[in-house]
Nanobody, 124 residues
Framework: QVPLVESGGGLVQAGGSLRLSCASS????????MGWFRQAPGKEREFVAS????????KYADSVKGRFTISRDNAKSTLYLQMDSLKPEDTAVYYC?????????????????WGQGTQVTVSS
């Protein structure tokens, strides 16, 4: 089975908003730290945001601070990314990931499970 499935991507004009979801079938979802990463054509996959299962603390890449909000609903085993004030440079495939550790790492190599991604395209 695929443990993580993203949805909510699409085409939006600059300045618009999208809300991404990541549905998890992992056992004990509440005890995974979760992250969002993105990858644009020709670029490496980069950290966007994370949330720790231990503390609930969140981290954001500088490029999205003040515009994106990560959250989770453990009762629904779902992770969210609210994206506001979108810019063309936000265009990428967005992936959710799960980590058995508690820190919500910036390092993609730490994460144990990955979704297949959802495309976000921001037009100017």
């Amino acid at each position: 089975q695929v443990p993580l499935v993203e949805s909510g991507g699409g085409l939006v004009q600059a300045g618009g908003s999208l809300r991404l979801s990541c549905a998890s079938s992992l056992r004990n979802f509440s005890r995974y730290s979760m992250g969002w990463f993105r990858q644009a054509p020709g670029k490496e996959r980069e950290f966007v945001a994370s949330i720790s299962w231990v503390t609930g603390s969140v981290k954001y890449a500088d490029s999205v601070k003040g515009r994106f909000t990560i959250s989770r609903d453990n009762a629904k085993s779902t992770l969210y990314l609210q994206m506001d004030s979108l810019k063309p440079e936000d265009t990428a495939v967005y992936y959710c990931a799960a980590d058995r550790g508690g820190s919500g790492s910036y390092d993609r190599r730490v994460y144990n499970y990955w979704g297949q991604g959802t495309q976000v395209t921001v037009s100017s």
